[in-house]
């Protein structure tokens, strides 16, 4: 079945840096451009960014530019984020979705938590 | 885009129908999404082109509007539809998601 499975949360210091990855099973990874949608506690949902099909064309909320990079290996079904410079605000549970214009496919989610 | 719904929260009882808003600061067209959230779990996708059920989703989840402003009715709420309800627009980047209304047991 169509699944995706998030990992590499945990809890980092501020300033840290950290690797989420994202493994796709059920459908063929690199025709489907992917996102990355975050969750702070008690908050709603927020797009962190998104990376094309080809990994040719990506994008990045303003919130998190030129801290976090997406990128994709489309050989092992894989999506990444690596986050650098982490803030208490980036404290959240880290989904990623199968997405370019609504996210129809969806993990579990991975928590980040950033305190000291 | 700013996304605003409303009611923030909706205390519907079971069998009821309830009816939630969503209003884009601008235009999107029909490009809108509803999501419902559970605790604990992931949202999944309800609607999708303001008004096109994703697939295995009941009939009764219904959505409608264009522009500026849409609505997400549940004709007959059941207990696992007691949740949070989300809109998206995917009109314009940065994607963008409402605040969430929670419909909660009456």
């Known amino acids: 079945q169509v699944q995706l499975v998030e990992s590499g949360g945990g809890l980092v210091k501020p300033g840290g840096s950290l690797r989420l990855s994202c493994a796709a099973s059920g459908f063929t990874f690199s025709d489907y451009y992917m996102s990355w949608i975050r969750q702070a506690p008690g908050k709603g949902l927020e797009w962190v960014s998104y990376i094309s099909a080809s990994g040719s064309t990506i994008s990045y909320a303003d919130s998190v530019k030129g801290r976090f990079t997406i990128s994709r290996d489309n050989a092992k079904n894989s999506l990444y984020l690596q986050m650098n410079s982490l803030k208490a605000e980036d404290t959240a549970v880290y989904y990623c979705a199968r997405a370019l214009w609504y996210m129809d496919v969806w993990g579990k989610g991975t928590t980040v938590t950033v305190s000291s | 885009i700013v996304m605003t719904q409303s009611p923030a929260t909706l205390s519907v009882s079971p069998g009821e129908r309830a009816t939630l808003s969503c209003r884009a600061s601008?235009?999107?067209?029909?490009?809108l999404a509803w999501y419902q959230q559970k605790p604990g779990q992931a949202p999944r996708l309800l609607i999708y082109g303001a008004s096109t059920r994703a697939t295995g989703i009941p009939a009764r989840f219904g959505g409608s509007g264009s522009g500026t402003e849409f609505t997400l009715t549940i004709s007959s709420l059941q207990s696992e539809d007691f949740a949070v309800y989300y809109c998206?627009?995917?009109?314009?980047?940065?994607?963008?998601f409402g605040q969430g209304t929670k419909v909660e047991i009456k």
């Open positions: 998206q627009q995917y009109n314009d980047w940065p994607r963008t």
């Open positions: 601008q235009g999107v067209s029909s490009n």
